[in-house]
């Protein structure tokens, strides 16, 4: 009787166990498929941003750029 108890108990364990690791890849997939939504369109604004950054500016237009560079700088870490 105590052995069986021990197994149902060890079947619960393993069963919890495989279903916190599909969890935990869900969640890994969740967080790469997100990272790269946001990316994807970052390079393409930092990429514009170059672009604009090589063109003449008015002392506001680049106190404007100097904030959206840092911005996206600092969004663009990894």
């Known amino acids: 009787m105590l052995a069986a108890r021990i197994n149902a108990q060890l079947r619960g364990l393993r069963k919890e166990r495989l279903r ?3 969890g935990d890849a869900e969640l890994k ?3 790469t498929n997100i990272s790269h939504d946001l ?5 393409a604004i ?3 941003l170059d672009l604009l950054e ?4 008015t002392e506001n237009s680049r106190r404007y750029l100097a904030v959206i560079r ?5 969004m663009n870490i990894f």
Do not use: F, K, M, S
């Open 20 to 22: 916190l690791q599909n």
């Open 29 to 31: 997939t969740a967080i």
């Open 39 to 43: 990316r994807t369109p970052l390079t």
């Open 46 to 48: 930092c990429g514009y």
């Open 54 to 57: 090589q063109e003449n500016h």
């Open 70 to 74: 840092e911005r996206t700088d600092a």
